[in-house]
């Protein structure tokens, strides 16, 4: 050993760096080997995800408590304001737009004046169809003094000619005398005739007269335009002054008390809605896209008659009284149509339910705090509530936020609404010391 180390002056230091490797290594493996430890000293027994029994913790959620409750039966879907009806106001007569009595955007009543054009023109036109009407009355009197007195002369002349008859076959009077009577009587009869006809014309031409005093009266009442609904005026399309046409628009009033609101629904749904409306007027909710609070209510009036076959829906109108006008032609709004109501529904809320590969399902909270899964039905969701068929029982706790942790036999500690973790007692017990459990908040697990 001796006489090696002499030969090899290098072989201290060659042992020396042999020993300072066999401590890194030593080293290097004790700290690998107490990762290991930690590592499956934190997971536990259980292993997988946290909340298992026998390690990991509880997993922190939010639930809440299926309730037995009655709920609606409701269609909603987006519909649109339509005005009850709506007016285009036309000038019926040419002339100068003497007055307006209203500013845009007015609400008028029907029959309050809007306009009134020049009448003068046709003020006058009456005054001559008056004049001709006393006119032909006077023809009218004249002919039937013609009449009266002609028919007077054939009375008489008549009455001479029989006597005369009576003389000549007596041999009193000639021939001749007797068949002169006879012809003035037989003038006189046609005389009469004529004044008849002359009547009948005077009646023809008075009728005509009467008939344009009526049209005159028209004419005259146009100059003068009322509303002719109750309603809202829009834009004024010529102002005061102007001369107008007949038949140029004025301005369109709509009329918004009452007012409908259109929507379509799915084919499928006529069925039901036809049903339900043989038994009672059902009541229509809209409620404006830009606002939570307020709803407007109405009932349905109208369906219609076929189904639109480009998107297999059907028009339904409801009908508002809209009294505060809140409602407004063209908006698009939320509708809701109630058809029936539901007793003894299972609600729970809407983030409660989840869906995965073979439908829908919710954790339940069991009173040892471990959770399981439940395959539920859902159908109908009201506000924020879904309503559950099959697969769950009221008084149950469900899990509405917190699921992505959760497995099979997960344990859980409730949360509050804010996010703090709540007591660690069975599920419904408030384990808050000192501190009532909030109003309407999640059961205390």
């Given at each position: 050993?001796?006489?090696?180390a002499v030969?090899?002056?290098?072989g201290?230091?060659g042992?020396a760096?042999?020993?300072?490797?066999t401590?890194s290594?030593?080293?290097?493996?004790g700290?690998?080997?107490?990762c290991?430890s930690g590592?499956?000293s934190?997971?536990g027994?259980?292993g997988?995800?946290g909340?298992?029994?026998?390690?990991g913790?509880?997993v922190?959620?939010?639930?809440?408590?299926a309730?037995?409750?009655t709920v609606?039966?409701e269609?909603?879907?987006?519909g649109?304001?339509?005005?009850?009806?709506?007016?285009?106001?036309k000038a019926?007569?040419g002339?100068?737009?003497?007055?307006v009595?209203?500013?845009?955007g007015d609400?008028?009543?029907k029959?309050d004046?809007?306009?009134t054009?020049d009448p003068r023109?046709?003020?006058a036109?009456?005054?001559?169809a008056l004049?001709?009407v006393?006119?032909?009355?006077?023809?009218?009197?004249?002919a039937?003094?013609?009449?009266?007195?002609?028919?007077a002369?054939l009375?008489y002349?008549?009455?001479?000619?029989t006597r005369?008859q009576e003389l000549f076959k007596g041999?009193?009077?000639?021939?001749d005398?007797?068949?002169q009577?006879?012809?003035n009587?037989?003038a006189?009869?046609q005389?009469?005739?004529?004044?008849?006809a002359a009547?009948?014309?005077?009646?023809?031409?008075l009728a005509a007269?009467?008939?344009?005093?009526?049209?005159a009266?028209?004419?005259?009442?146009?100059a003068?335009?009322?509303?002719?609904?109750d309603?809202r005026?829009?834009?004024l399309?010529?102002?005061?002054?102007n001369?107008?046409?007949?038949n140029?628009?004025?301005?369109?009033?709509?009329?918004?008390e009452p007012i409908?609101?259109t929507?379509?629904?799915?084919?499928a749904?006529l069925?039901?809605?036809k049903?339900?409306m043989?038994?009672?007027?059902?009541?229509?909710?809209?409620?404006l896209?830009d606002?939570?609070?307020?709803?407007?209510t109405g009932?349905l009036t109208?369906?219609?008659?076929a189904?639109d076959?480009?998107t297999?829906t059907i028009k339904?109108?409801g009908?508002f009284?809209?009294?505060?006008?809140?409602?407004?032609?063209?908006?698009?709004v939320?509708v809701?149509l109630?058809l029936?109501t539901?007793?003894n529904?299972?609600?729970v809320p809407?983030q409660a339910?989840?869906?995965?590969?073979?439908?829908?399902?919710v954790?339940?909270?069991?009173?040892n705090?471990?959770v399981e899964?439940r395959?539920v039905?859902?159908?109908?969701?009201?506000d924020?509530?879904?309503?559950v068929d099959?697969?769950l029982e009221a008084?149950?706790?469900?899990v509405?936020?917190g699921?992505l942790r959760?497995a099979?036999d997960?344990?859980?500690?409730?949360?509050d609404?804010r996010?703090?973790?709540?007591?660690?007692?069975?599920?419904g017990?408030?384990q808050?010391?000192?501190?009532p459990a909030?109003?309407?908040?999640?059961p205390q697990?």
């Amino acid at each position: 050993m001796s006489t090696s180390a002499v030969r090899s002056p290098g072989g201290f230091r060659g042992i020396a760096q042999n020993r300072w490797i066999t401590i890194s290594l030593a080293g290097l493996l004790g700290v690998l080997i107490g990762c290991t430890s930690g590592q499956v000293s934190a997971t536990g027994p259980g292993g997988g995800r946290g909340g298992k029994k026998g390690g990991g913790g509880d997993v922190p959620v939010t639930v809440a408590t299926a309730t037995e409750k009655t709920v609606p039966v409701e269609i909603q879907v987006i519909g649109n304001v339509e005005a009850y009806s709506t007016i285009s106001v036309k000038a019926q007569v040419g002339g100068e737009l003497t007055n307006v009595y209203f500013h845009e955007g007015d609400y008028v009543k029907k029959s309050d004046a809007l306009f009134t054009i020049d009448p003068r023109p046709f003020q006058a036109s009456l005054n001559q169809a008056l004049a001709t009407v006393a006119k032909d009355e006077a023809s009218m009197g004249q002919a039937r003094a013609n009449l009266a007195r002609d028919s007077a002369n054939l009375r008489y002349q008549e009455s001479q000619a029989t006597r005369y008859q009576e003389l000549f076959k007596g041999g009193i009077i000639s021939k001749d005398q007797a068949e002169q009577l006879t012809a003035n009587a037989d003038a006189t009869t046609q005389a009469v005739a004529a004044d008849k006809a002359a009547i009948e014309s005077a009646q023809a031409e008075l009728a005509a007269s009467k008939a344009a005093v009526d049209a005159a009266r028209i004419q005259l009442s146009y100059a003068s335009i009322p509303s002719p609904i109750d309603g809202r005026t829009g834009n004024l399309t010529i102002k005061q002054g102007n001369v107008v046409a007949p038949n140029l628009e004025l301005i369109t009033i709509t009329q918004v008390e009452p007012i409908y609101v259109t929507f379509s629904v799915p084919e499928a749904q006529l069925s039901d809605i036809k049903r339900y409306m043989a038994q009672r007027k059902l009541p229509v909710r809209a409620r404006l896209q830009d606002e939570e609070g307020t709803e407007e209510t109405g009932v349905l009036t109208f369906v219609d008659n076929a189904v639109d076959t480009t998107t297999g829906t059907i028009k339904l109108k409801g009908t508002f009284e809209n009294h505060d006008r809140k409602l407004w032609p063209g908006q698009f709004v939320r509708v809701t149509l109630r058809l029936s109501t539901r007793p003894n529904a299972i609600v729970v809320p809407n983030q409660a339910i989840q869906t995965g590969q073979n439908g829908t399902f919710v954790w339940v909270v069991k009173p040892n705090r471990s959770v399981e899964v439940r395959n539920v039905t859902a159908s109908l969701r009201v506000d924020q509530d879904m309503v559950v068929d099959q697969g769950l029982e009221a008084g149950e706790t469900v899990v509405t936020e917190g699921q992505l942790r959760l497995a099979p036999d997960s344990r859980v500690v409730v949360r509050d609404g804010r996010g703090g973790p709540g007591g660690r007692g069975r599920p419904g017990a408030d384990q808050t010391k000192g501190a009532p459990a909030e109003p309407g908040g999640a059961p205390q697990v």
